[in-house]
C-alpha cells in the first residue's frame, strides 16, 4: 500500500510538472507601428486597448509636431515612443554619414519638448539593411541609439493588402520566430484591420510586449548586413 501511495505521487508530481511546463510556456510578441501618430491613431488605440494590447510607435518628427495630443496618448495609454526621423525619404535620410544620426535627433528634441522625455529607440525608414551603411549605422550606435527593424512583416505598408493576405504573410514570418517583432503602420487599412490581426496573436497564445531601451536591439544591418558578428 506504501509503494503504491509513493507510486500515485510520483506520478502527479510529473504530471503536474508536465502540464505547469506546458502552461508556462509564454509567447511574446512586440508589435510595432512607423509613420504616426495620424488621424488614424485613436482606432488603433482603441483596438490596442480591447486587446490589453501594449504596442512601440516609431513616429516622425512632423507629425509629432502635428499632432501632440495623439503623441501624448499613446503615451497616456501606456504604449512606448521610438523615432523613425524627420524625412522618411530614402535618398535625404541616407545621403551623408551623419543625416540619420540628425534625423533622430531632430525628431528626439521635438519629442522632449512635446512630452518633456527623449528615447533611445530608433527605426530608421524602410529598415536599416541595405539602405545604410556602416558608418551610418556606427555613428547611430555611437550616439546611443538602439536601431530596430521587424521580423514579421505583413506587408502593410504597400497599399491596403487583404486582411487575408496579411494574415497568411505574419503566418509564415512567425514559423520558427523566437523573437515576433510585428511591423505594421499608423495608416487607415491597418487600423480596419487591427482587430482580426490582434485576435489572431490572441489565438496563437501570444502576449504583447513593449519594446524597451534594456533589451538588445533586432535589426538587418546586425542580422544579413556588414555588421553582422561572423
Ligand atoms: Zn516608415
Redesign the pocket.
Known amino acids: 500500500m506504501k509503494r503504491f501511495l509513493i507510486l500515485v505521487f510520483c506520478a502527479a508530481f510529473l504530471l503536474s510538472a508536465v502540464v505547469f511546463a506546458s502552461t508556462d510556456e509564454k509567447k511574446t510578441i512586440y508589435l510595432t507601428f ?2 504616426g501618430p495620424t488621424h488614424n491613431t485613436p482606432a488603433i488605440l482603441d483596438t490596442l486597448k480591447k486587446y490589453n494590447a501594449k504596442a512601440t510607435f ?1 513616429v516622425l518628427n512632423d507629425r509629432i509636431t502635428e499632432n501632440p495630443d495623439l503623441i501624448k496618448q499613446i503615451v497616456a495609454e501606456g504604449h512606448a515612443v521610438g523615432l ?1 526621423g524627420s524625412s ?1 525619404d530614402v535618398n535625404t535620410i541616407y545621403a551623408t554619414a551623419s543625416k540619420p544620426l540628425e534625423e533622430m535627433n531632430e525628431a528626439n528634441e521635438t519629442l522632449y519638448n512635446t512630452l518633456g522625455f527623449k528615447t533611445k529607440l530608433v527605426r530608421t ?2 529598415g536599416s539593411y541595405p539602405y545604410m551603411n556602416l558608418e551610418q549605422y556606427k555613428i547611430l550606435k555611437g550616439a546611443n541609439y538602439n536601431l530596430w527593424d521587424w521580423t514579421v512583416d505583413p506587408r502593410d ?1 504597400v497599399g491596403a493588402p487583404a486582411i487575408s493576405t496579411m494574415l497568411e504573410r505574419i503566418k509564415g514570418d512567425l514559423k520558427g520566430n523566437e523573437n515576433p517583432i510585428v511591423l505594421l ?1 499608423d495608416k487607415k487599412s491597418t487600423a480596419n484591420n487591427l482587430d482580426a490581426i490582434l485576435s489572431y496573436f490572441v489565438s496563437k497564445g501570444y502576449s504583447f510586449a513593449l519594446i524597451d531601451e534594456s533589451m538588445d536591439p533586432v535589426n538587418f544591418m546586425e542580422l544579413y548586413g556588414p555588421a553582422r558578428k561572423k
Open positions: 512607423d509613420d516609431f523613425h522618411h525608414p524602410y505598408g503602420h
